[in-house]
């Protein structure tokens, strides 16, 4: 079946530093992507919709600024998080529609961050 | 905004033992109803999806899930379940139309033992 993978699967970094998350479709092409954040015990939440050559579309209330997204192929999508602070520590996961059945998704197994 | 709730956060069973687990989401007009679940280790994988139609859907490893409108639940049923399926089941809906925007509950960590 399709495959989603991220990488990496969990960084730590200090505070004020910016953090790359990748999302890669691994045998199929996705001209969407969404990016969720997992807090502990706590449902995903949808943060924004990753749009192969176009902006992204930001849910309420997340930073365009803060979390930058870049869908630079039909493979690829990247979640940069910018001066990192320790609450930005979570659980991101992201997400591809399969071609096959649009609203069937495949995610990805995640990306544990922790800001020091 | 759509809003989506789990009431069972921790559920044990014995094997063989029936299973349901309650979702309630509330929403102004129609949506697309989902379970999916997420077994130890892996990713969240589709369990089953309601667009319209028959109320009563299956959905893979002989899950089923009735959607009843009038009580805005999709609620997931399973006549007996396996120590396999020891997992964590998330319920979520997206509006009809909406893009495929999930909103997802908060989980239910099901434990089944032997």
């Known amino acids: 079946g399709a495959v989603v993978s991220q990488h990496p699967s969990r960084v730590i970094c200090k505070s004020g530093t910016s953090v790359k998350i990748e999302c890669r479709s691994l045998d199929f092409q996705a001209t969407t992507m969404f990016w969720y954040r997992q807090f502990p015990k706590q449902s995903l939440m949808l943060m924004a919709t990753?749009?192969?050559?176009?902006?992204?579309?930001?849910e309420q209330g997340v930073e365009k600024d803060k979390f930058l997204i870049n869908h630079a192929s039909l493979t690829l999508s990247t979640l940069t998080v910018t001066s990192a602070h320790p609450e930005d520590s979570s659980f991101y996961i992201c997400s591809a529609p399969s071609n096959r059945d649009y609203y069937e998704q495949y995610f990805g197994p995640g990306t544990r961050l922790t800001v020091t | 905004a759509q809003s989506v709730s789990q009431h069972n956060h921790h559920v044990i069973l014995s094997e063989a033992a029936s299973l349901e687990l309650g979702c309630n989401y509330s929403?102004?007009?129609?949506?697309?109803l989902f379970w999916y679940v997420q077994y130890p280790g892996q990713h969240l994988q589709l369990l089953l999806k309601?667009?319209?139609?028959?109320?009563l859907v299956k959905g893979i490893k002989g899950f089923e899930a009735e959607f009843i409108k009038s009580k805005f639940s999709f609620n997931l049923r399973k006549p007996s379940v396996q120590w396999s399926d020891t997992a964590e089941y998330f319920c979520?809906?997206?509006?009809?139309?909406?893009?495929?925007?999930?909103?997802f509950g908060t989980g239910t960590q099901l434990k089944v033992e032997l």
């Open positions: 979520a809906v997206s509006p009809t139309g909406g893009g495929n925007k999930l909103t």
């Open positions: 929403y102004g007009g129609t949506v697309n």
């Open positions: 309601y667009f319209s139609g028959d109320p």
């Open positions: 990753s749009n192969e050559g176009s902006k992204a579309t930001y």
